[in-house]
């Protein structure tokens, strides 16, 4: 089995990025300029191949002209495909003034401390400080809430998964409390109230920006200003969220890792919200609850650390009783049956999709109270030396 992970690295602003990025949106806009003439002019729809071949850069590795036509075709495809479920979808037709640099592994040379990143024989290569291993491809693009462009180096990992399921736990996703993990033993809740701060100030900050926007004339100089520079402080935002998110969900895997977990079960709620409407309050809180990103998160640093990830459906979790099995719902936080069984509400969901995986009844006499973990910026996100979850900032801190 194979895994990506991606590295990102910003870079300042220099006349040769400027005249890479360049150089690849002049070969992206002939490609899209090309292609629809011939279709228009003489009904052809020219395969990728036939372009490669009309058309390169002469600023760039010859792999990393045939990237970018290659990045026009994969966008057509993914049009053909959404064409058939949206009938308003459109084909890719905007030209570029910049596009984002990819170089393949033979463009990329690794030599001391530094990666040289080959643009073509006549040109000259650019040329990084790099601590980690040779990648096998390269992006370079524009990040437009740090102004800056960043480098995007993807490693492929073979990784070697579990087959017996081991020790197993359950991780419970929701709103309140984006992650609950119950292992039999132990329950630790994942608070969210600081991700909920920022993810309410964002949907506020929104509204303020857009009612400011609404106020500027129509396509004056003012409202361009205003629409850039809500779009900046919202991507602030954005990034504190991913942040969050990424720290939480390190430490959880980290956490798993130590006690030496080889199966994690995660509750299902992907349909959750299809076809509900709860009023305008709580449609938005739905929307913007974040199991989606979380959960990916997990599949993809359990996979790096050699859990097993199986998804299952929730239905009930949280509403049967962990000792008598009898179903209730919970009113408050806390959740409490007639058979005086009394536990933390979302304790309640994840210890039963553990059992409910198993096909056991829980002892719940073996159970730990729960444990509450906050987040704070500094949060410690490895708690083992052997594993790291893909942060260069980590590996940075050995050099
Ligand atoms: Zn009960």
Not at 104 to 122: E, F, H, M, V, Y
Not at 226 to 252: G, P, V, Y
Not at 283 to 293: A, D, I, P, V, Y
Not at 382 to 398: E, Q, V, Y
Request: charged fraction near 30%.
């Amino acid at each position: 089995m194979s895994n990506y992970i991606v590295r990102k690295l910003k870079l300042e602003k220099t006349p040769q990025l400027d005249h890479l990025a360049r150089a690849a949106g002049e070969l992206y806009s002939r490609t899209v300029v090309s292609f629809w003439r011939t279709v228009r002019k003489k009904n052809i729809w020219l395969s990728g191949y036939t372009m490669e071949r009309w058309h390169t850069s002469s600023s760039l590795h010859a792999h990393s002209s045939d990237a970018i036509v290659q990045c026009f075709y994969n966008s057509l495809k993914s049009w053909r495909i959404r064409r058939k479920t949206d009938p308003h979808s459109k084909p890719p037709r905007r030209r570029r003034w910049y596009f984002k640099v990819i170089w393949k592994s033979a463009a990329i040379k690794l030599k001391g401390g530094k990666l040289r990143l080959s643009n073509g024989q006549s040109n000259s290569p650019l040329i990084v400080d790099w601590y980690w291993e040779k990648p096998s491809i390269i992006e370079l693009g524009w990040n437009k809430a740090s102004q800056c462009y960043e480098l995007r180096a993807c490693y492929k990992e073979e990784i070697a998964q579990p087959i017996n399921d081991g020790n197993v736990a359950a991780v419970d996703l929701g709103e309140i409390h984006p992650m609950v993990i119950a292992d039999g033993v132990n329950t630790d809740i994942f608070n969210g109230r600081y991700l909920r701060s920022v993810r309410r100030y964002q949907n506020k900050l929104k509204v303020r920006l857009s009612k400011l926007i609404d106020r500027k004339k129509f396509r004056s100089k003012r409202r361009k200003r205003s629409i850039k520079s809500k779009q900046k402080q919202l991507a602030k935002l954005n990034n504190q969220i991913k942040d969050i998110e990424h720290k939480l969900t390190s430490r959880a895997v980290s956490m798993l890792k130590l006690r030496g977990i080889q199966t994690l079960v995660i509750g299902d709620v992907r349909d959750i919200r299809n076809g509900l409407d709860y009023g305008k309050k709580n449609n938005q809180k739905l929307h913007q609850w974040s199991f989606g990103s979380i959960r990916i998160h997990l599949e993809y640093k359990c996979k790096k650390a050699g859990i097993k990830t199986v998804l299952i459906t929730e239905e009930y979790t949280s509403q049967e009783c962990l000792n008598c099995r009898k179903r209730n719902k919970p009113k408050n936080r806390n959740y409490r049956c007639s058979c005086s069984f009394e536990f933390h509400r979302d304790g309640v969901g994840s210890n039963n999709i553990r059992a409910k995986y198993l096909g056991i009844v829980p002892v719940v006499g073996l159970m730990a109270r729960p444990s509450g973990l906050r987040f704070h910026s500094h949060i410690q996100c490895n708690l083992t030396d052997n594993i790291l979850l893909g942060n260069p900032r980590d590996s940075i801190a050995g050099e």
